[in-house]
Nanobody, 119 residues
Framework: QVQLLESGGGLVQPGGSLRLSCAAS????????MGWYRQTIGKQRELVAV???????NYADSVKGRFTISRDNDKNTVYLQSDSLKPEDTAVYYC?????????????WGQGTQVTVSS
């Protein structure tokens, strides 16, 4: 089994910054992609940013230029540096990993961390 442990959420004022972290542990041969999604009540979960093991990144248009995703492959950890935060960034942020292990290749999700942008 694979566990994703998120940290770094909280309350921040508009224009502020937060850094989210997510560490994967458990039965892991390789992590093909790792990233972040977010969800608000009544809406579908949406991609925020993802990075492949080759370093290719993909960002939602709404966060381009403000958020930066990075990975530490040795630590199986992904980070999301979120700057110039807006109230519309308020959501539960979920860590995602596409992991290969002895059972095959599967998607895994973290429990979610709340980010609230408000004055």
């Amino acid at each position: 089994q694979v566990q994703l442990l998120e940290s770094g959420g909280g309350l921040v004022q508009p224009g502020g910054s937060l850094r989210l972290s997510c560490a994967a542990s458990g039965s892991i041969f390789s992590i093909n992609a790792m990233g972040w999604y977010r969800q608000t009540i009544g809406k579908q979960r949406e991609l925020v940013a993802v990075q492949t093991s080759a370093g290719i990144t993909n960002y939602a248009d709404s966060v381009k230029g403000r958020f930066t995703i990075s990975r530490d492959n040795d630590k199986n950890t992904v980070y999301l540096q979120s700057d110039s935060l807006k109230p519309e960034d308020t959501a539960v942020y979920y860590c995602y990993a596409f992991v290969e292990n002895w059972r095959g290749t599967f998607n895994y999700w973290g429990q979610g961390t709340q980010v609230t942008v408000s004055s």
